[in-house]
C-alpha cells in the first residue's frame, strides 16, 4: 500500500520561512505526479501547488504563488514545499497527496498532514 | 480560475436511501481531444485525509462501493450514494484538474436522518 508521510509543520511566526517534507514510498515515485493541498482547521480542501512526475511543470494557487516553492527529489523518493513569507492564513493541515498519472487526475493517495501554524 | 459550486451544503438521508451531491464548474472541464471530464470526488470522514472516490467524472477508484457512482459532463456533475450506510457520513468534495489552480469545491457534509 502506498505510503506517505509529511514531515517539518509546526508554529512558526509571521513572515518567517518553513520547509515540509513528504517521504513517499511502495510505489514507483517517478511515475507520478505529486501535489500539496492544505485545510484550515473545520474548513474545506485547499490545492495548494502540484509538480509532473519529472518535474517539468509546477503549478500554485494565487494564493501562495511567488511565496511558495514545489520541488521533488525522484532518487530519494521525497517532495517538498519551501514556504516562504508565512502569513497567518497559511495556517493549515498540509496534506501531500498522489496523483494517479504523471501529469494531471485525480489524486489517489494522501499522507496523514502535518500542522502548520503561523502565529506570534 | 475555474470556480466549483456544490449543492447542497448538507444532506440528511435514511439509511438504505439515495444521496444525490451536485457539483458545477464555472467553465467546462471535458477537454475535446480525449473527451474526458476532469472531475473527481473525494469523501472526507472526521481526522482523516480525503479519499479518492471517483475520477474521470465517472471511474470509481480501485476498492469503492458500487454505491458510489458520478455522472455528468462539461460543467454539471453529479455523485449518487445509491444507498447510504452509517460508514458513508462524511463531507464529500468535488475537483477539477482541468486546469491549474486544480479547485475545490466547497464541500458537501452527508449525515444519517
Known amino acids: 500500500e502506498v505510503q506517505l508521510v509529511e514531515s517539518g509543520g509546526g508554529l512558526v511566526q509571521p513572515g518567517r520561512s518553513l520547509r515540509l517534507s513528504c517521504a513517499a514510498s511502495?510505489?514507483?515515485?517517478?511515475?507520478?505526479?505529486m501535489h500539496w493541498v492544505r485545510q484550515a482547521p473545520g474548513k474545506g480542501l485547499e490545492w495548494v501547488s502540484g509538480i509532473s512526475w519529472n518535474s517539468g511543470a509546477r503549478y500554485y494557487a494565487d494564493s501562495v504563488k511567488g511565496r511558495f516553492t514545489i520541488s521533488r527529489d525522484n532518487a530519494k523518493n521525497s517532495l517538498y514545499l519551501q514556504m516562504n513569507s508565512l502569513r497567518a492564513e497559511d495556517t493549515a493541515f498540509y496534506y501531500c497527496?498522489?496523483?494517479?498519472?504523471?501529469?494531471?487526475?485525480?489524486?489517489?493517495?494522501w499522507g496523514r498532514g502535518t500542522l502548520v501554524t503561523v502565529s506570534s | 480560475d475555474i470556480v466549483m459550486t456544490q449543492s447542497p451544503d448538507s444532506l440528511v438521508v435514511s439509511l438504505g436511501e439515495r444521496a444525490t451531491i451536485n457539483c458545477k464548474s464555472s467553465?467546462?472541464?471535458?477537454?475535446?481531444?480525449?473527451?474526458?471530464?476532469?472531475l473527481a470526488w473525494y469523501q472526507q470522514k472526521p481526522g482523516q485525509p480525503p479519499k479518492l472516490l471517483i475520477y474521470?467524472?465517472?471511474t470509481r477508484e480501485s476498492g469503492v462501493p458500487d454505491r458510489f457512482s458520478g455522472s455528468g459532463s462539461g460543467t454539471d456533475f453529479t455523485l449518487t450514494i445509491s444507498s447510504l450506510q452509517a460508514e458513508d457520513v462524511a463531507v464529500y468534495y468535488c475537483?477539477?484538474?482541468?486546469?491549474?489552480?486544480?479547485?475545490f469545491g466547497p464541500g458537501t457534509k452527508v449525515d444519517i436522518k
Open positions: 511502495r510505489f514507483t515515485f517517478d511515475d507520478y505526479a
Open positions: 474521470w467524472a465517472s
Open positions: 467553465q467546462s472541464v471535458l477537454y475535446s481531444s480525449n473527451n474526458k471530464n476532469y
Open positions: 497527496a498522489k496523483d494517479n498519472t504523471r501529469a494531471w487526475g485525480g489524486f489517489d493517495s
Open positions: 475537483q477539477q484538474y482541468y486546469s491549474s489552480p486544480f479547485t
